[in-house]
């Protein structure tokens, strides 16, 4: 007795196709997700680091009985960071911007750690300005603050 050839179980290529049309917009959205967790992360590493060293220019002022400052550059990814009358030029991570929306500098002074009495904003952008962050420096007590703005 023969037996009929039984039918192998296979894909056709419409099925393999539309599964790797599925796979694809999956990982499509997954990978813009990615990316938007990626600019997230960059704008607060840059916040982070601007805001520790505005705090550590509040802390030079009061320990050393230097002032020290920080000052941002219109539209860049870079400020001065000036303490015992050494300035230093600080760079922003992963080409996150900085823009002033309220004063340019902040001047903490000796002995007191305190400002001129005016507070300053600036605004973090991510490189493809999808995420953003402020960073406040408050009136005459200096005390750092970070917002989002989106």
């Known amino acids: ?16 196709l539309i599964a ?20 997230a992360s960059q704008v607060r590493e840059a916040a982070a680091q601007l805001s520790a060293d505005l705090r550590q ?11 020290a400052s920080v000052t941002v550059a219109a539209n860049s990814a870079a400020y001065t ?11 922003l991570p992963s080409g996150v911007t900085l823009t002033s929306v309220v004063g340019t500098s902040v001047v903490y002074t000796a002995p007191t750690g305190t400002t001129g009495g005016n507070g300053v904003t600036w605004t973090l952008t991510s ?20 917002d989002a703005t989106n």
């Open 57 to 67: 220019a509040r802390s030079d002022a009061l320990r050393t009985g230097q002032s």
């Open 81 to 91: 960071f000036t303490r015992a009358g050494v300035p230093q030029t600080r760079t």
């Open 127 to 146: 490189p493809g300005g999808t995420r953003s962050l402020k960073v406040k420096v408050i009136g005459i007590t200096g005390k750092v603050m970070t």
């Open 20 to 39: 790797m049309a599925i796979l694809a917009v999956v990982a499509g959205i997954f990978s813009f997700s990615l990316l938007g967790t990626l600019r």
């Open 1 to 16: 007795m023969r037996r009929p050839h039984a039918r192998q179980a296979a894909f056709t290529l419409l099925e393999l």
